[in-house]
């Protein structure tokens, strides 16, 4: 078989130009895939926060009661236990206005030098509305059968939402007379806004604890708590970056 050696030389003649040209271009090609990597500079530009806070009335109370028993059969405890917050929730079942919710269920072992002496049964459950009068009231018949753990207020999501409107709207003019301020006193023109974030805070419920002993079953009603609702405090905060023209 004959070989075309002419051919041959001249093809290695033209891959060693190809093979010669390679380096030169990745070089070419490597300026423009580090420049295509690089962030944009930017320049004037100036982070800054603002914010606005009002005082808004609780509206809205929360009440913890619970049935809590000791002894040493667990099965009656939890009878005893069952029935008195069965009864509770159904004094609360019969008034629209409030909402219910049973809540955490115990059973633990009561120790004495190491040894189990007998057993604690706990269960509570609570109340929620913005009827703080019908509250207090009917916490007084509550207790004659349960004890009352802990009150708080607070600020219902509609009346939160109202105010957090106004609050947004005097925080927003805030961050804009500090933009203003600060294009003013660096001698700009004017102002754009890169970013702006806004938060909101507070308004939420704050306990008041009334730790009381559990009232036995033969007892009267007794004098409703005294409710103060009070109020909270709403916080909305503004922050974010302007780009100075």
Request: charged content about 25%; overall charge positive.
């Amino acid at each position: 078989m004959s070989m075309d050696w002419r051919r041959i030389a001249g093809g290695l003649r033209a891959g060693g130009k190809r093979a010669r040209l390679l380096p030169w271009l990745a070089m070419l090609c490597l300026p423009l895939v580090v420049w295509a990597g690089d962030e944009p500079v930017h320049y004037d530009r100036v982070s800054l926060s603002a914010s606005a806070s009002g005082r808004v009335d609780n509206d809205t109370i929360i009440a913890s009661l619970y049935a809590q028993e000791e002894g040493s059969e667990t099965a009656l405890l939890a009878d005893r236990v069952n029935q008195r917050i069965r009864w509770g929730v159904e004094q609360v079942k019969q008034h629209d206005e409030l909402k219910v919710q049973t809540q955490s269920y115990s059973t633990y072992p009561i120790y004495d030098k190491g040894r189990v002496t007998g057993w604690r049964v706990r269960q509570s459950f609570r109340i929620e509305s913005r009827n703080m009068a019908l509250v207090s009231k009917l916490l007084g018949t509550l207790q004659s059968r349960l004890a009352l753990e802990s009150i708080s207020f607070g600020v219902s999501p509609k009346q939160r939402q109202q105010s957090e409107n106004g609050l947004i709207e005097d925080a927003l003019a805030a961050f804009e007379r500090r933009a203003k301020l600060i294009a003013r006193s660096l001698h700009k023109s004017g102002y754009r806004i890169v970013r702006i974030n806004v938060n909101t805070s507070g308004g939420g419920y704050h306990p008041q604890p009334r730790m009381m002993m559990a009232k036995s079953a033969a007892m009267a009603d007794v004098a409703p708590p005294s409710v103060e609702a009070g109020e909270s405090r709403l916080t909305v905060s503004v922050n974010g970056e302007i780009e100075l023209q």
